[in-house]
């Protein structure tokens, strides 16, 4: 059940990565998905199958491999198996919330439950978010030039929302959310300035951004006190954790990796 529902996340987010990644497919069962310019991000440059159910086969290894490398990129594979023999570039944890209301593009008010000064507001100021996430990620130049262009491509799409907040006026955090196809949302960038951390912003933002969602809310997270205590606490299910093991790793057959558990 975990693997089904995991596979409708991936492929909602596999919408919307449409819309600013360059992608194709490998096989009937392997889709590529790469960002030429940066290795920064693991989660740009990866395949993503259709299923976990079964090994990465040869041809479409060969195929990826050539795919990157042409790029000057270092792809990667995502699978459900974690061994301990392999070096895995990034571990992602899959988050799912229900709110059990149908969507409404209405938006409801911000309303902080810690501390009036806290404000939240919609924006279409791009480069004021982008350097918010930028700085709490660490974006070194060339992908935070990147994402900059992602973030205008995704502005154009129905159902994009850029957040800014504030702490006494002062710009604090971001988050992202997006609509797939599915009428389903994806929360991406969830960033808290470092000054501004340990107060409970990231938990206000949480909250606030799964009031907003009307239905089905996704989201996946690499940060261990998000996924131990700021999702699980605001109402947010774990449905899965995915692995990103580098193509061109000698230390191991990637032939061998499943895209699942065997």
Same mark, same amino acid.
């Given at each position: 059940?975990?693997n089904?529902?995991?596979m409708?996340?991936?492929?909602?987010?596999?919408?919307?990565y449409k819309?600013?990644?360059?992608?194709?497919?490998?096989s009937?069962?392997?889709?590529?998905?790469w960002?030429?310019?940066?290795?920064?991000?693991?989660?740009?440059?990866?395949?993503?199958?259709?299923? *976990?159910?079964?090994?990465?086969?040869?041809v &479409? !290894?060969?195929l $990826?491999?050539?795919l990157?490398k %042409?790029?000057?990129?270092t792809?990667?594979?995502?699978?459900l198996?974690?061994?301990?023999?392999a070096r895995?570039?990034?571990?992602?944890e899959y988050?799912?919330?229900e709110?059990?209301?149908?969507?409404?593009?209405k938006?409801?008010?911000?309303v902080?439950?810690?501390?009036?000064?806290?404000?939240?507001n919609s924006s279409?100021d791009?480069p004021?978010?982008v350097?918010?996430?930028?700085e709490? *990620?660490?974006?070194?130049?060339?992908?935070? &030039? !990147?994402f900059? $262009?992602k973030?205008q491509?995704? %502005?154009?799409?129905?159902g994009?929302?850029?957040?800014?907040?504030?702490?006494?006026r002062?710009?604090c955090?971001?988050?992202s959310?997006?609509?797939?196809?599915d009428g389903?949302?994806?929360?991406?960038?969830v960033?808290?300035?470092?000054?501004?951390?340990?107060?409970?912003?990231g938990?206000?933002?949480?909250r606030?951004?799964a009031?907003?969602s009307?239905?089905?809310l996704?989201?996946?997270?690499h940060?261990?006190?998000?996924?131990?205590?700021? !999702?699980?606490k605001?109402?947010?299910t774990?449905?899965?954790?995915?692995?990103?093991y580098?193509?061109?790793d000698?230390?191991?057959?990637?032939?061998?990796?499943?895209?699942?558990t065997?």
């Amino acid at each position: 059940m975990l693997n089904k529902q995991l596979m409708t996340l991936l492929r909602a987010e596999q919408d919307i990565y449409k819309t600013f990644s360059s992608h194709r497919n490998i096989s009937k069962e392997v889709v590529a998905f790469w960002s030429p310019g940066s290795n920064q991000v693991p989660h740009w440059n990866t395949l993503y199958p259709s299923s *976990f159910e079964n090994a990465y086969t040869e041809v &479409e !290894l060969a195929l $990826a491999s050539e795919l990157y490398k %042409s790029n000057g990129l270092t792809g990667h594979l995502m699978s459900l198996e974690k061994r301990s023999s392999a070096r895995f570039n990034e571990v992602a944890e899959y988050f799912a919330f229900e709110s059990g209301e149908s969507h409404s593009d209405k938006e409801r008010p911000f309303v902080s439950r810690a501390d009036s000064m806290f404000t939240l507001n919609s924006s279409q100021d791009l480069p004021v978010f982008v350097g918010v996430v930028s700085e709490v *990620f660490g974006l070194n130049k060339v992908t935070q &030039e !990147l994402f900059f $262009a992602k973030m205008q491509l995704l %502005s154009q799409r129905r159902g994009s929302k850029f957040w800014v907040m504030s702490y006494d006026r002062e710009i604090c955090g971001a988050l992202s959310t997006f609509m797939a196809a599915d009428g389903s949302h994806f929360m991406f960038n969830v960033a808290v300035l470092p000054k501004f951390q340990k107060i409970g912003l990231g938990a206000e933002m949480i909250r606030f951004c799964a009031s907003q969602s009307g239905g089905a809310l996704y989201t996946y997270s690499h940060n261990p006190h998000m996924r131990e205590s700021l !999702l699980p606490k605001s109402g947010f299910t774990s449905v899965g954790i995915v692995y990103l093991y580098p193509l061109e790793d000698s230390e191991f057959d990637p032939t061998s990796i499943y895209r699942g558990t065997p």
